[in-house]
Structures are given as structure tokens and as C-alpha cells.
């Protein structure tokens, strides 16, 4: 696993490979205070994104996954998105925080495997 790292060098996120179920992903982790509210929708440093292209690559994965751990009180909620989905819906913004792309919620998948645990 490598740290995700946007254009201010913080670390956001890291990337990895599974070996067992040959997906490379981008997995963040995220307090749900972090979702933007207007619109709703989570958002990514463009920098990250071209990162996990890049680094997708190395490993021939055509789709790889955008994972979103998110920690409330009561456990952790899961979301994803394949790569392809979030390039064809995303749109750009930049709040103080450096370039962006966001994807709406209704974009996001929810997955129920982890919900309740705590990674």
C-alpha cells in the first residue's frame, strides 16, 4: 500500500493492491462532518485521482475502485465507486482546499460487509 498524498503533500487516503480479488482501489478514510452539504456529494483532489490512474495502471486494473470508509458513532459505513462512474459524473470545485472533482451521493454504492466494524 502506498499513502494517497494531494498537491499540499497531506496524506488523504492510500492506495493498494488485492491480490486475492485483483482489484487496485483508492480507499479514504472520513468523519461524515467531511461530506459536502451543497450539493451533497464527496469530494477528491484532482491530484489523488490522477494518482490512482496512474498507479492503476502498473497493475493492468482497467476500473479500479474508489472506496470511502466513513466513521460515525455507531460504526463504520462503507461507499464505493468504480473509477469509470466517478470520471463520467464528477464535477470539478475547489473550496480552499485545491482543485477537486465531487460526486453526488446518489452515485456512491453502499457496502453493507463492513458496516458496524471498526477496520
Not at 45 to 70: T, V, W
Not at 89 to 105: C, E, K, S, V, Y
Amino acid at each position: 500500500m502506498a499513502l494517497a498524498r494531494n498537491e499540499k503533500n497531506q496524506v488523504s487516503g492510500f492506495y493498494g493492491y488485492d491480490p486475492i480479488t485483483g482489484i487496485f482501489s483508492l480507499t479514504k478514510h472520513v468523519k461524515p462532518e467531511h461530506q459536502l452539504q451543497k450539493p451533497p456529494s464527496w469530494a477528491i483532489d484532482e491530484a489523488i485521482i490522477k494518482e490512482l490512474r496512474r498507479r492503476a495502471d502498473e497493475y493492468d486494473e482497467l476500473d479500479p475502485l474508489i472506496i470511502i470508509n466513513i466513521y460515525k458513532p455507531d460504526g463504520t459505513e462503507r461507499i464505493q465507486s468504480a473509477l469509470s462512474v466517478f470520471l463520467k459524473h464528477a464535477f470539478p470545485l475547489n473550496r480552499n482546499h485545491g482543485p477537486q472533482l465531487a460526486l453526488l451521493l446518489q452515485w456512491w454504492h453502499k457496502d453493507n460487509a463492513i458496516q458496524g466494524s471498526l477496520l
